[in-house]
């Protein structure tokens, strides 16, 4: 059983205190198709340019680059996750076709992604494709407790089934376990939304039977659960074909969440390559936070790599470790498709020299004092209409961008202070901002990482009532 423990970070400082590496990548082997079968677990192989990992459960070859579809476009050119506008249906065809075109293979979606549209919308673009091209990954989203009855998770499951116009899963999630819901803890939580009604059991056989090709979860929150499902695999209860977790090189060493020694990512990765289950990767970029680095870490990857964008370090460091089945990008419009394809057409590993860069990265990142945020909008609806992630994103970005002034004296204090309440009053209403916290605490139950949300919104109000009065 793994000893955990979180350390509470405040907004100007984080525990970063081990690297360790990770062991070579597979030798790169010949090329073949998608889902054929074969023997050889975890290989890294080519087909023409993109990069493939073999699924030793099924045989499927599977693109290193997932395409994740949280962020579908609308046509207001919003993300469909952060808007109601409509879907904008004819450019997720277009990006579905560019991508298999360029041999991307798995697709992850959601019944409650882009405001319940994205399992729609992909099932329109995907189904005009060979079902045999492509790998579908989907979750059982049973969040709210009016869903936790047998019949009710059985019906979004089979719901599904009928908008992504299919006959099976090949990639089954039990979604975000980990998390509390309904004055819940973590356990409690899981038990009463996948083992006390016996939807784990009614997933099991539709795995037996063929309508599910691969059973997983995705895991946030509470590593006792974690650690749970896993037992329950040891005990030969069940099997996991893949499990879903956060990764980054952010992560990989931030020990303010620790697990017997190391830090809690780093501890996720291993208990799954012990067992040899493929890991899917999720928030490489951390929410974004690693496609907009500081200006000095930009500097010196642009030394390092001038060709290459930012985000392209953390899509190649989440890459490289051998048990990463697939690295999910929500990528909302076309150029982020392309950027992702040449990251990953083929994948180039990051060498030992990189990953020392990129630790050193990291520390500098953490050092200016950005909120983890990773805008899944999990906290989202606010009762008292906070914009949550919209506040911590600008924070994030002013601080980023050198607009985050502490010191009156500062020969840019006047330049970064408007530009910080400019920006503020643009980009988050007046009646969604930070002062409009009651600390009701409902955010934070809901946040997979476990951030001290309420603690975050009360010093950037703070800060933020400093600027205005024009105090440092």
């Known amino acids: 059983m793994s000893k955990c423990s979180k350390k509470e970070d405040g907004l100007s400082r984080r525990s970063f205190l081990r690297y360790m590496g990770f062991g070579a990548t597979a030798g790169v082997l010949g090329a073949c198709g998608s889902k054929l079968s074969g023997d050889n677990a975890g290989e890294t192989e080519h087909e023409g340019e993109m990069t493939y990992r073999v699924n030793h459960n099924t045989g499927d070859k599977v693109s290193v680059l ?197 830090s809690e990512t780093q501890y996720l990765y291993e208990q799954l390559e012990k067992r040899d289950i493929p890991v899917v990767i999720m928030e490489p970029l951390l929410g974004g936070r690693l496609a907009s680095v500081p200006e000095n870490v930009q500097a010196k990857m642009k030394q390092r790599r001038p060709d290459d964008s930012v985000a392209s370090w953390a899509f190649r460091y989440a890459g490289s470790f051998p048990k990463v089945l697939t690295v999910l990008s929500g990528m909302t419009y076309m150029e982020h498709l392309q950027d992702n394809l040449s990251t990953y057409s083929p994948l180039e590993p990051v060498s030992d020299d990189e990953r020392s860069f990129l630790h050193l990265a990291a520390l500098d990142i953490l050092n200016n004092a950005v909120v983890p945020c990773t805008d899944c909008r999990y906290c989202l609806p606010c009762p008292y209409g906070l914009d949550i992630p919209g506040i911590f994103r600008h924070y994030n970005k002013c601080v980023n961008n050198d607009n985050a002034p502490r010191d009156v004296n500062d020969p840019r204090y006047a330049e970064a202070r408007r530009a910080y309440l400019v920006g503020y009053d643009r980009e988050v209403p007046r009646l969604r901002q930070a002062n409009r916290c009651v600390q009701c605490g409902t955010c934070e139950t809901a946040c997979p990482q476990q951030l001290p949300i309420m603690k975050h919104l009360e010093e950037i109000n703070m800060y933020t009532e400093r600027l205005r009065q024009g105090k440092a």
Not at 78 to 92: C, K, L, N
Not at 113 to 132: F, T, V
Not at 201 to 217: H, M, P, V, Y
């Open 66 to 262: 997932g395409y994740g579809c949280m962020r579908l476009p609308t046509v207001s050119r919003e993300s469909a996750r952060d808007t109601d506008t409509e879907i904008d249906q004819e450019a997720v065809n277009r990006s579905v076709d560019y991508a298999m075109a360029h041999g991307v293979n798995y697709y992850d979606t959601s019944p409650m992604y882009c405001k319940r549209q994205s399992e729609r919308a992909m099932g329109i673009a995907l189904s005009r494709h060979p079902r045999e091209s492509y790998f579908l990954a989907t979750k059982l989203s049973n969040f709210d407790k009016s869903v936790w009855p047998y019949e009710k998770s059985v019906e979004m499951f089979r719901q599904s089934l009928d908008f992504l116009k299919t006959d099976y899963i090949d990639y089954l999630l039990l979604h975000a376990v980990g998390g509390t819901a309904d004055g819940l803890d973590a356990m409690a939580t899981y038990r009463a939304r996948f083992e006390d009604n016996g939807i784990l059991d009614f997933l099991k056989e539709q795995r037996a039977s063929g309508t599910i090709r691969n059973l997983g979860f995705s895991f946030h929150g509470d590593v006792g659960v974690f650690d749970h499902l896993l037992q329950k695999m040891d005990n030969g209860e069940v099997h996991w074909d893949f499990v879903q977790i956060q990764l980054n090189y952010i992560d990989w060493d931030d020990m303010s969440s620790q697990c017997n020694g190391v």
